[in-house]
């Protein structure tokens, strides 16, 4: 696989948690780790937009469908507040190609 040398640092770790969808984050792909009450403050903002933007405000549609999907509000604030990529879970091809793209981003002619 080609190796290309930066001009800027890339974390995919970093990445792929910062890009992933509401439904990654949630899934078996991600892990939850410890997170500061910044983190959870941070978490529980993103789900109030999310509830604003996808559930017309209504709280109690949210709560409905996490609980169809057999999940808890407390348990989805820890996994957002610090998500990350569980070790043994492949790279989503999109992650994998982002180097490379953002190597011919910010490569020099």
Same mark, same amino acid.
């Given at each position: ?25 949630? %899934? ?7 997170? %500061? ?11 109030? #937009? ?17 609980? #169809? ?28 190609? #982002?180097?490379?793209?953002?190597? #011919? ?5």
């Amino acid at each position: 696989m080609l190796k290309p040398k930066f001009l800027i640092p890339f974390d995919a770790d970093r990445f792929h948690r910062q890009a992933a969808t509401f439904d990654e984050l949630l %899934s078996e792909h991600f892990m939850t780790r410890p997170a %500061s009450s910044f983190q959870r403050r941070r978490a529980e903002l993103a789900i109030l #937009a999310t509830i604003r933007e996808h559930y017309a405000g209504n709280t109690s549609r949210f709560i409905g469908r996490i609980t #169809a999907d057999g999940k808890r509000l407390d348990a989805i604030i820890c996994r957002l507040a610090n998500p990350a990529p569980c070790p043994t879970a492949p790279r989503p091809e999109w992650v994998v190609d #982002a180097p490379l793209i953002l190597y #011919a981003l910010t490569r020099v002619c």
